[in-house]
Nanobody, 123 residues
Framework: QVQLAESGGGLVQAGVSLRLSCAVY????????MGWFRRTPGKEREFVAATGWTGGRTYYADNVKDRFIISRDNAKNSLSLQMDGLKPEDTAVYYC????????????????WGQGTQVTVSS
């Protein structure tokens, strides 16, 4: 089993930066890909970014790829999402997720999920 715990959300103004963190516990050797997703009220959960847990490519959704950076620290068993130039449309609950599949980007490919952290961007 793998447990995930997000932190770092909050209320910020448009244009500023915010950094989300995800602590990873348990059987991390089962993990191939770590990702961030988000959900806005009334919408489906959507992919934000993903990275191989032990290296490899990173992937981004088109609407964040020039503003967000996903990174991992295997020594600390943590995942981060640096979010710059935040916009009101980035307002969502952000979820950290772990997959046993490589290069996973679809929700159905992820096995473990955190509880989420709220990010609210005011205009």
């Amino acid at each position: 089993q793998v447990q995930l715990a997000e932190s770092g959300g909050g209320l910020v103004q448009a244009g500023v930066s915010l950094r989300l963190s995800c602590a990873v516990y348990g059987r991390t050797y089962n993990i191939a890909t770590m990702g961030w997703f988000r959900r806005t009220p009334g919408k489906e959960r959507e992919f934000v970014a993903a990275t191989g847990w032990t290296g490899g490519r990173t992937y981004y959704a088109d609407n964040v790829k020039d503003r967000f950076i996903i990174s991992r620290d295997n020594a600390k068993n943590s995942l981060s999402l640096q979010m710059d130039g935040l916009k009101p449309e980035d307002t969502a609950v952000y979820y950290c997720a772990a997959a046993r599949y490589r290069e996973a980007r679809m929700i159905s490919e992820y096995d473990y999920w955190g509880q989420g952290t709220q990010v609210t961007v005011s205009s």
